[in-house]
Nanobody, 125 residues
Framework: QVQLVESGGGVVQAGGSLRLSCAGS????????MGWFRQAPGKERDFIAG????????NYADSVKGRFTISRDNNKNTLYLQMNSLKPEDTAVYYC??????????????????WGKGTLVTVSS
């Protein structure tokens, strides 16, 4: 079993940056595809970014492409999301999640195996 804990959320002005972290425990973390998702108030949880187990492959939702960067450090069992040029519409709870399958494209919320509890990001205008 994998346990995930997100951190790094907070309040930032539009145009600013934040880096989220997701600390994982469990021996399967380093062999799992990982993803970041977000859920704004009253909306569904959406895919943001995915990364293969090795870190060699990534993909992004169009809404964040060019602004967000996903990365991982398997030695530290940690997943990251660097968020730049933040916009008020990026305000949401951000979640990390694992998938035992290879990264073949955008990740599906329903297909993920384990989830963290989320960290809130608020972008003020």
């Amino acid at each position: 079993q994998v346990q995930l804990v997100e951190s790094g959320g907070g309040v930032v002005q539009a145009g600013g940056s934040l880096r989220l972290s997701c600390a994982g425990s469990g021996r399967t973390f380093s062999s799992s595809t990982m993803g970041w998702f977000r859920q704004a108030p009253g909306k569904e949880r959406d895919f943001i970014a995915g990364i293969s187990w090795s870190g060699g492959s990534t993909n992004y939702a169009d809404s964040v492409k060019g602004r967000f960067t996903i990365s991982r450090d398997n030695n530290k069992n940690t997943l990251y999301l660097q968020m730049n040029s933040l916009k008020p519409e990026d305000t949401a709870v951000y979640y990390c999640a694992t998938d035992h399958r290879p990264l073949l494209g955008p990740l599906n919320v329903d297909g993920m195996d384990y989830w963290g509890k989320g960290t809130l990001v608020t972008v003020s205008s």
